[in-house]
């Protein structure tokens, strides 16, 4: 019988009823075992030996013959696991050992396919904690791997399923639509199968082998044709990338942002969707890295640019203009002469500019400019540009972009001009995809009215009075005096809640009993 196994014992007696019934273990009475059967659940060698039966009634008793309960342990299982992954990424098997508690070691050998899996390393299981281990990967490129895990002395694996190895292999890109499977098989070669207690007997085992079933890969930076890619990088997934960073096209949530989102190479993407990736598409179009199965987040994380301190410095220009006229910013970047590629906005209000134009700097001529102007309506046009692969700016003052506003009759005075993250989130790169640290030094447009002392106009009816003025002057102060001598008596203010139409502002007010004077004062 196998240890763990359920058991039962029955008599059979006659003679003058009632009958009574007392098993024994081994000549010692069993407490509670009264019934014609005796059933053991989960028997143990503690409980192999001779069992009997007393049976009594009032004319006397009578002692069965011994039954001998003999136990012996189960064949011990090992076996490596199965599993499913996309081709092109690393997979874990562990080997797995079904133990009875009186193992001390085993050893064993690994058939594989090379043409699929690659053996990258081997590494205890948590259930060898203590266990020393040997690999033989002396044939591991012909598909034979030898691996031997053991115990001290008179140390066993405990009782259960213990994880022995963990084997650690590389998958192989699979191109085209069908998964393909793959045997991991035991073999004796370069390492015999075997399995010994602490006295190094042979004990019995089952080797059980295991499947891998490889599903197409589907690439990092594989962006067209859109939404699902090709399983190829070309030119048009680089330029697809450099769209995407634009923010001319958004990434479906899944797997077109996963793919869209490659870099940092080491994490497979951080959530963002920046110029860098832009960079890692062409370096995998270039054949500088080797390409990836896709990986990393499915949805885009937006997270605040900080600005790190440091000598790299991307600004804009400020400048002063008049009403109606159209001035251009520059955007420069102190570069430091790693840099590949850059990302930003450029955000303005837009009730103060209209855009006018958008083009290239005098430094980016060989670079690839992406201008996205879809939402200069609300004030906001992104700029993404990339120099050929391998590539980068000389050291200096770089000018990158020019952005060219036309100021309206809205506002006077320093009227901001920023950079900013929407629409394409700020981000310089170097050569290798990796994200550079960057400060930011925003930019002005000083307005000055071609009249600094506005005009109030005044359109009078029966019961009130409306007054205006141009809405660039909205902060001066409207002031009030009664009398019939403007530059006689004092001013007061007079607190009013003004009204936007078009380029005036405007506030009406009953109608004065007695001759009044309004002016805007600003300190």
Known sequence: MLVGSTVTFSVVAGGTEPLSYQWRFNGTNLPGATAPTLTLTNVQFSQAGAYSVLVTNALGSALSSNATLTLSFPTAVVRIASTNIMAGR??????????????NGLGFSLSFNTQRLAFASAALGNGAAGATLLVNATYASTGRLGVVVAFPPQQTFAPGTQEVVRLQFETLPLTGITNVTVANTFVDQPVLRELYGTQLQSLPAFYSNGTVTLQ???FEADVTPRPGGNQAITATDWSQAGRFAARLDVAGAGGEFQRADCAPRATLGDGQLKVTDWVQTGRYLAGLDPLAAVGGPTVETFLPAGSTPGPRQLRLSNTNAQHGQTVTLSVTLDAQGDENALGFTVAFNPE?????GLTSGADAAAAHFIGNTNDASSGRVGVALSWPAGLTLAAGARELARVALAV????AGVQPVSLGDQVVTRCA?????????????HGAVTVVPPNPNPAIGIVAGETNVT?????????????????THAWSGAWSNLPVAL????PLVSVTLPAPE?????????P
């Open 514 to 522: 007695t001759a009044r004077y309004f002016r805007l004062f600003r």
């Open 216 to 218: 197409p890969t589907s």
């Open 90 to 103: 690393a997979i874990t098997l562990p080997v797995l050992l079904s133990a009875n508690g009186n193992e």
């Open 352 to 356: 103060a500019f209209v855009l006018a």
């Open 467 to 483: 007054l205006f003025w141009p809405r660039w002057a909205a902060d001066f102060t409207l002031q009030t005096l009664a009398g």
């Open 429 to 441: 790169s170097d050569a290798f995809a990796g994200e550079l640290p960057m400060n930011f030094l």
């Open 408 to 411: 309206t009759e809205n506002f």
């Open 499 to 502: 009204q936007t139409n078009g």
